[in-house]
Every structure is written in C-alpha cells, then in structure tokens.
C-alpha cells in the first residue's frame, strides 16, 4: 500500500501519462498479493479453486473493461449533472479546491465513505437488495481476484452513495490527479483486503479495514458478518459500533452465505441469481432434490 500509494503520488506530478498509473500500479499490487498467498497464506485451503477462478476473472475483466469503462462514466455523468445542478441552485461550494490533490483524494475517502458505509448497512438489511450483494458474498474463500466480485447493481449503489453527496459539496472531476490517488487506493485497497496473505497490520486495522477485519464479514453467522462495513476505513465502523475482530479465535475458515444460498458457479449465473434468488436451491441440497425457499436476507 505505501508503494503503491507513494508511487501514484509522485507520478502524478510528472510527464508520465496519468492514464497509465493506475492500471500499473494495481497490476503489480495484484501480482504481489497473489504470489504471497501462495508463499504465506493465511488458510491453506483457500489457494485451491472451487470453480471460482473464472467467473472471478471475468467479473474483473468486466468491471474494468465494461462497467468501469463504458456504463459507469454514463452513469457517474448523469449523477454529476444532477449534483451540478443542485450546488449552482443552492448556490455553495464546500469544497476546498485548493488544498494538494493527495489532500483531496483523503478528504473524498472519508465524506464519500460516511455515505458508503451506511448504505453497506442497508444493503445487509434489506431483502431486495441483498439480493445482488449476495453475489459478493457467494464467495467460498478469500483471495485477490473475487475483490471483483460484485453484481453491477451493486457498483451503481456504492457510485450512489459514494459520488453524489461528494458532488453536492461541489467536489469535481477537474483534478485528475486527486482521483488517480484516489483509485490506485481505492484498487489496491480492494486486492489486499479480500487477500489470503497471512498478515498482521496491529494498530492499522483500526485505521483501515484489512484482510484480519473484513474475514469477520464473510463469516456465514449473522452476528460476525453484519460488521466491519467500511470499505476503505474503520472509523465509521469504530464511531457507530460495527468494528469487529475478536481476539480469542480465528475467523471462519468456512464462509459464504449466512441463509446456506446455492449461488451458481458462472458468472452468468450470478448476474442471473438476483432475480431469482427465491428459486435458487439450498446448499445443502442434493441436486435432484427441488430447490428449497432460503431464509430471509439478513438483517440488522
């Protein structure tokens, strides 16, 4: 993270094009972490696949090639034009345009987090949306490349939350260097904290949710999983008594679903699940056997 941090934000001031940083930085995030899981991994049995390399691959290749690249600038557009519009109306501008673009990129972190974090909660809580969430959570391990592993759906609610309020307090795309600072964390963030690496940050988890907290959120009982919210900080959680990381065990080795929801293996499958998660079968099910009704999505 410092490396990759600290590389963004020298390079940002310099002649190398800006485009190219963040996909090079997150490459080379994502190379280390995956050859640490394989040196030193946290649980053994979460470096074997469960037919989820994939449908994991895909996922990131379209959230990067599709999502990232075609739908979401269509929707990030009309989400500032809308926001735009609501700061010439009221007629303010809350944010410091002056201030060092890496002094931005932290404030954004923390406004844009505020908003994320409790629409994380929600999203636990309510039955239509989890729907989509599950996908993420359909995970059966923890390792670098199901980081990616989310329902389109979902990336659209966290750019909701994330990127309107930001705009109402007249945050713009004009720095383009504040961004890239913001993305190469926001990526490589994202990689470590769903990684097999077997590490211990000490004083860190309480300053940014790593791989030892968000394990606790993949936890099958309902009572370790509805915690550690924040994405990309603990503070929220810390100010509104969601942080979570007991010290006296190990977190689950077996994760996945709380309701015991037989997500589908391919990709396909999962974008398909939503709308019909009411049919899919139990895991615990044999095949032959008609699918059962899952519990409810769970809830606060």
Known sequence: MVVT??????????????????PMVTVFASVYVAVLERVQPFYESWNRSR????????????????????????????LFAAAVYLSQELDHSLWPTGWHPAAQAVLALFVGEFFYYWMHRWVHGSKAAWRFHAVHHSSERLYWLNSARFHPVDFFLDDIAIVFPL?????????????IILLTFYNCHG????SNMDVRLGPLNYLVPGPETHRWHHSR??????SNFGGKVVV????????????????????????????????????????RYSK????????????????????L
């Open 167 to 179: 705009t109402l307090t007249g945050w713009t795309l004009d720095s383009l260097s504040g961004l």
């Open 191 to 194: 990689v470590t904290m769903h």
């Open 51 to 78: 037919k989820d390399v994939v449908t994991d691959a895909t996922s990131s290749l379209v959230a990067l090639l599709v999502v990232s690249r075609l739908i979401e600038p269509l929707f990030l557009s009309g």
């Open 280 to 299: 899919l079968p139990s895991r615990s099910a044999p095949e032959q056997s008609e699918p059962t009704q899952p519990a409810p999505a769970p809830t």
């Open 236 to 275: 929220w959680d810390l100010l509104f008594g969601t942080f979570y990381k007991p010290s006296d065990r190990r977190p689950p080795e077996e994760i996945g679903l709380a309701d015991n929801v037989k997500m589908p293996d391919s990709y396909l499958g999962l974008l398909i699940a939503p709308f």
């Open 5 to 22: 941090l600290g590389a963004a934000i020298c390079l940002v001031d310099t002649s190398f094009p800006q485009l190219l940083i963040v």
């Open 221 to 226: 009982n309902l009572s370790e999983a509805n």
